[in-house]
């Protein structure tokens, strides 16, 4: 197994078991539907459940986010298998495949997702959120950092 693959593994797994051990002290420390101040009005942990996409976007939409994720978890997997293996895009992959699938697990488990960071100036989010949108970030950056220009 190459280093990259190895990175892709690591990487969601990682990002996998945080994102459950967080989402779990959340459930077990914070009342659904409560916040715990953290830093003044700026950050609060909260307990909000979220059956829509990440920071709480199509709330309506839980069927469709599970099924979306059980499709990119596999898909994810597949790509990385029958591509040559490239150490950095296939961690930034593991960082998307951990959320899709910390985010799956709940859906799964519990039909809806628990979102507890909360800067009061942006949706309420998780570790599962975090690691896609930096793992969609850094794809995006990646590429234009690549891109030939013409």
């Known amino acids: 197994m190459s280093s990259g693959r190895i990175a ?23 009342p659904y539907g409560t916040e715990v101040s953290v830093f003044g009005h700026l950050l609060g942990i909260a307990n909000v459940h979220n059956s829509g996409a990440a920071f709480g976007l199509v709330p309506a939409g839980a069927a469709f986010f599970l099924v979306a994720s059980i499709v990119v978890a596999i898909g994810l997997v597949i790509y990385v298998v029958r591509r040559p293996s490239n150490l950095w895009h296939d961690a930034v992959l593991g960082l998307i495949l951990g959320g899709t699938l910390g985010n799956g697990y709940d859906r799964i ?4 997702v628990t979102d507890f960071i909360n800067f009061h100036f942006w949706p309420v989010f998780n570790v599962a959120d975090a690691a896609i949108s930096c793992g ?3 794809l995006i950056g990646g590429y234009l950092i690549r891109k030939p220009t013409a």
Do not use: E, I, N
């Open 136 to 138: 969609v970030v850094a």
């Open 8 to 30: 892709f593994v690591v990487v969601a797994a990682v990002v996998f078991v945080l994102d459950r051990v967080t989402k779990s002290l959340v459930t077990a420390q914070v």
């Open 109 to 112: 488990m519990f039909g809806t």
